[in-house]
């Protein structure tokens, strides 16, 4: 099964430095893909970024990119120039994909992130 | 707005009823999932469908049980409700293809107080 690892329960960081949220994964899947999701206080889940296993380049989104380390099985997320708005949950996933378009997502535990003016 | 719906936003009830939980997935998408986030057990996967049929299956209560309907909006109907059934729960949708592989766009959520 599927294993999504969150080391930091929450993180403070000062306004306008850049942040880096950890993320590791347990598969024996070739394919694969990652995700991170924001959860604000009000409780939406808003996708931000997203990584295939095949993906030679990290992906980028704005003001969010993801550190891809295939072999060392991480999937880190960077948010540069950090905003009082990004204050929020942050959530790893993986998806698991049992084949014919069956598929579900596996949720890391989540790094609380606040960012201080 | 991820192009989700979900209603209501809050339902408080008592034990041993039961709800109804609705979901509209964005224009287009055929691929529905359903996930309960709660305090003890963090989100957790419940059910799949695509474009009206059952595909995959998390750890999903007897007591609960969803569909989706020719318009391919879904319902996830909760039973015999206990306290640690109280959670939030998101509906997702995808475009839905045979290969898989899209993004899930989560609604707001379902708020469900059970007391």
Same mark, same amino acid.
């Given at each position: 099964?599927?294993?999504?690892?969150?080391?930091?329960? !929450?993180?403070?960081?000062?306004?306008? /430095?850049?942040?880096?949220?950890?993320?590791?994964?347990?598969?024996?899947?070739?394919?694969?893909?990652?995700?991170?999701?924001?959860?604000?206080?009000? !409780? /939406?889940?808003?996708?931000?970024?997203?990584?295939?296993?095949?993906?030679?380049?990290?992906?980028?989104?704005?003001?969010?990119? =993801?550190?891809?380390?295939?072999?060392?099985?991480?999937?880190? =997320?960077?948010?540069?120039?950090?905003?009082?708005?990004?204050?929020?949950?942050?959530?790893?996933?993986?998806? /698991?994909?049992? !084949?014919?378009?069956?598929?579900?997502?596996?949720?890391?535990?989540?790094?609380?992130?606040?960012?201080?003016? | 707005?991820? *192009? #989700?719906?979900?209603?209501? %936003?809050?339902?408080?009830?008592?034990? *041993?009823?039961?709800?109804?939980?609705?979901?509209?997935?964005? +224009? @287009?998408?055929? +691929? #529905?999932?359903?996930?309960?986030?709660?305090?003890?057990?963090? $989100?957790?996967?419940?059910?799949?469908?695509?474009?009206? &049929?059952?595909?995959? %299956? @998390?750890?999903?209560?007897?007591?609960? +049980?969803?569909?989706?309907?020719?318009?391919?909006? +879904?319902? $996830?109907?909760?039973?015999? $409700? &206990?306290?640690?059934?109280?959670? $939030?729960?998101?509906?997702?949708?995808?475009?839905?293809?045979?290969? *898989?592989?899209?993004?899930?766009?989560? @609604?707001?959520?379902?708020?469900?107080?059970?007391?």
């Amino acid at each position: 099964a599927q294993k999504i690892t969150q080391t930091q329960p !929450g993180m403070f960081v000062q306004e306008k /430095e850049a942040v880096t949220l950890d993320c590791t994964y347990d598969t024996s899947d070739q394919s694969y893909g990652l995700f991170w999701y924001k959860q604000p206080s009000s !409780g /939406e889940m808003i996708f931000l970024i997203y990584q295939g296993s095949y993906d030679e380049q990290n992906a980028t989104e704005g003001r969010y990119s =993801l550190n891809f380390q295939k072999a060392r099985k991480s999937a880190n =997320l960077v948010i540069s120039a950090s905003q009082l708005g990004d204050s929020a949950m942050y959530f790893c996933a993986m998806r /698991e994909d049992f !084949g014919f378009g069956n598929e579900k997502l596996t949720f890391g535990t989540g790094t609380r992130l606040t960012i201080i003016p | 707005d991820s *192009g #989700v719906t979900q209603t209501p %936003k809050h339902l408080i009830t008592a034990t *041993g009823q039961r709800v109804t939980l609705r979901c509209s997935p964005r +224009s @287009g998408d055929l +691929s #529905v999932y359903w996930y309960q986030q709660s305090l003890d057990q963090g $989100l957790q996967f419940l059910i799949q469908y695509y474009n009206g &049929e059952e595909r995959a %299956k @998390g750890n999903i209560l007897e007591r609960f +049980s969803a569909q989706q309907f020719p318009d391919l909006h +879904s319902e $996830l109907n909760l039973s015999s $409700l &206990e306290l640690g059934d109280s959670a $939030l729960y998101f509906c997702a949708s995808s475009a839905g293809t045979s290969g *898989g592989g899209e993004t899930q766009y989560f @609604g707001p959520g379902t708020r469900l107080l059970v007391l």
